[in-house]
């Protein structure tokens, strides 16, 4: 089993910057693939970032060059947000996949990001 806790979400006004980080604890070498999700008010919810073993990444179009994710450890991987958006308000999820059997994804709690003046 892997759990995965999210931190660092809150309230910025725009254009304002936050890092949320995701701490995963448990099989965590069964994990190849990490990522951040959202979902806004009565949207589905959509990735936003990933990251591989290998150290591939995907953006969804709407934060490239503004967001950056990073897994500087097996344990710990950051999303960094700048030029925060009002559209980028939502519940952000960390996400752990592992592609070996038995496939699993895993998901944090959620945190909280709201970007409003």
């Known amino acids: 089993q892997v759990q995965l806790v999210e931190s660092g979400g809150g309230l910025v006004q725009p254009g304002g910057s936050l890092r949320l980080s995701c701490a995963a604890s448990?099989?965590?070498?069964?994990?190849?693939?990490m990522g951040w999700y959202r979902q806004a008010p009565g949207k589905q919810r959509e990735l936003v970032a990933r990251i591989t073993t290998g150290g591939s990444t995907n953006y969804v179009d709407s934060v490239k060059g503004r967001f950056t994710i990073s897994r500087p450890n097996v344990k710990t991987v950051y999303l960094q947000m700048n030029s925060l958006k009002p559209e980028d308000t939502a519940v952000y999820y960390c996400n752990a996949h592992a592609s070996t059997w038995p496939v699993s994804d895993y998901w944090g709690q959620g945190t909280q990001v709201t970007v409003s003046s």
């Open positions: 448990g099989n965590i070498f069964s994990i190849n693939v």
